[in-house]
């Protein structure tokens, strides 16, 4: 992979679908040929907490509206936040990769979050699988927000061998307790992504959001995190902006050469485990077990 | 250092975005709001003049004839410090004209009545001034329900309402206010000598930790007492908080259709801002 990434860290108008449009393509426009892929946050084309308003803004995604953006990803692959309607209805919180003029990939949010301040098991319908998308650019592993948080994304895309994880989110600022520094949530975001690149010898892309929706404030904080878990490039603050930073695999040659932990792994010892906790899987199990006595 | 102690440059950076952004967003630019010459709205007034200039921010000094004279005094000084505009309407005449009228003499009753009194003013200024009202509650009041409801509890923004009353002391130090504001025992001022320590019957500092190990923490009642709490305050202070939910939510509507305000018709204030 040789991927110049640029990350827009946007504050998306809620529910309001024609600003937010305007802003991706002024953001897309302005790179004029200078990256070969842009990664916005969570539901960057439609705001965060839509409550009611979810099914007012999804579409299906060969909706017109969003041509404006297929015609663009002939030059330039662009990953998207917006709510997909499915062709069976139901409305799922996606990341949407343009590629080539056709939407190349795909990641439907499978860990919904629903607790404390969160209520999206209610609004969405929940994704069921990790794949990678294989753009012209690299081997990527799409995430959004809480998918980050569960194990099983980040793993699949590892035993899957993609070279960089693009991880949206629209995660609330919170925590300003002394001495910090900063948002406690913003250290944790960066504890787990660099955790990530160091247990899964990756990049790790992460478009965060800012501005607020009723008293709730977006932390920003967007960053490209190396294989070593160094900060290429960051965004600090509370304003929107974009950065910008060169994937190579190279690096990423480098560090799996010196920490071949893919080479290493035993995702049969986890398949085995996993036979314990759940039910199809011990019932299977069990079935071997009576056959082989 | 206490385990309440926040990074007050942070947190004035996050609330000045927040009133920008929602003032914003209600399609307003300016604010206004009740400068009692206490901590708390002067806080406010400090933060509306660092989030819209000085020239956007009015503040409102509403007496009446029994106010203790050194709250005009004080917020006089609060908004020479920070170069604000400081209007004056004696609500005196506006109060008694009940009150006196109808033989009020309960302190409780008058003391919400000239809260309410206080925030007709507010709010009819917000129109000609084209501005947002905004509050100055601190979360230990909100908790505590140490508030009119309707009176200082109306208001379109709140800036301070996630923020106890130690934060928000620490807040003002690092925000330069004047220091006989910082200095003086928090008062609402509404009846003579009141102090709201002495009403309430526990200090803030004692309030403070116990509904942040409460509320924040989510600690049990037996946690709290193992923590060092006595299990009779532990018992007031829950029974404070339980008692007083009715002033933090909006009035309950009877759920008759398919679809309810109140209920099932879901959006945020900022809906399609």
């Known amino acids: ?293 | 250092m206490s385990e309440l102690d926040i990074q007050p440059e942070l947190v004035s950076e996050l609330l000045v975005s927040f009133l920008r952004e929602e003032v914003r967003s209600a399609g307003a630019t300016r604010a206004l709001l009740g400068l009692s010459g206490g901590i708390d709205s002067a806080v406010i007034a400090a933060l509306c003049a660092r989030a819209f200039g000085p020239e956007n921010v009015l503040c409102v000094l509403l007496p009446y004839r029994l106010s203790n004279p050194n709250s005009a005094v004080d917020s006089q000084s609060v908004a020479t410090h920070l170069g604000l505009a400081l209007q004056r309407i004696d609500i005196s005449a506006m109060a008694d004209g009940y009150l006196e009228r109808e033989g009020v003499s309960d302190a409780r009753r008058r003391g919400n009545v000239l809260a309410r009194c206080r925030m007709t003013v507010l709010y009819d200024l917000s129109v000609e001034w084209r501005g947002l009202v905004i509050g100055t509650s601190n979360k230990s009041e909100i908790l505590l329900g140490y508030s009119t409801q309707w009176g200082d509890g109306a208001h379109a923004l709140n800036p301070l309402g996630d923020l106890y009353k130690h934060q928000v002391y620490q807040l003002a130090r690092a925000l330069d206010l004047p220091r006989e504001v910082l200095q003086k025992p928090p008062s609402a001022d509404l009846f003579e000598g009141q102090t709201d320590e002495g009403e309430l019957g526990f200090t803030y500092a004692q309030a403070d930790r116990l509904l942040y190990c409460m509320v924040d923490r989510r600690f049990s009642e037996d946690e709290l007492v193992a923590e060092g709490f006595e299990r009779e305050f532990v018992r007031q202070v829950s029974a404070r908080v339980v008692a007083n939910h009715f002033k933090r939510v909006p009035p309950v509507i009877a759920k008759l259709s398919r679809r309810s305000v109140g209920h099932d018709f879901r959006y945020l204030r900022d809906w399609k801002r």
């Open chain 1, 1 to 293: 992979m040789d991927c110049r990434l640029v990350v827009a860290q946007t504050n998306p108008a809620l529910g309001d679908l024609r600003a937010n449009l305007e802003d991706h393509l002024q953001r897309i426009d302005a790179l004029a040929g200078a990256a070969d892929l842009i990664l916005f946050p969570e539901l960057s084309l439609t705001g965060y907490f839509l409550k009611d308003q979810v099914a007012d803004v999804a579409m299906s995604l060969d909706d017109t509206f969003l041509r404006p953006l297929l015609e663009r990803s002939r030059h330039l692959s662009i990953a998207l936040g917006m709510v997909e309607r499915s062709p069976e209805g139901r409305l799922f919180n996606s990341l949407v990769f343009f590629e080539d003029g056709r939407v190349l990939g795909v990641h439907r949010k499978v860990h919904l979050v629903s607790y404390g301040l969160f209520d999206e098991g209610r609004d969405f319908a929940a994704g069921e699988e990790f794949r990678v998308i294989q753009s012209r650019h690299g081997r990527f592993g799409p995430l959004i927000c809480e998918d980050m948080w569960h194990m099983p994304g980040a793993y699949t895309y590892f035993l899957d061998d993609a070279d960089a994880l693009l991880v949206a989110s629209a995660s609330p600022a919170r925590g300003v307790e002394a001495p910090g520094p900063g948002l406690a949530s913003q250290r944790t975001w960066n504890i787990l992504l660099s955790a990530s690149c160091l247990m899964y010898r990756t990049w790790v892309a992460y478009a965060s959001r800012v501005g607020w929706e009723d008293g709730i404030g977006f932390g920003g904080g967007s960053r490209v995190l190396d294989p070593y878990a160094n900060a290429r490039a960051a965004l600090e603050g509370l304003e929107p902006g974009t950065l910008s930073a060169r994937l190579d695999s190279a690096v990423l040659r480098r560090a799996r050469t010196e920490l071949p932990l893919r080479r290493d792994e035993k995702p049969w010892v986890l398949a085995a485990e996993l036979g314990r906790h759940v039910p199809l899987l011990r019932a299977l199990r069990a079935e071997h077990a009576l056959r082989d006595e």
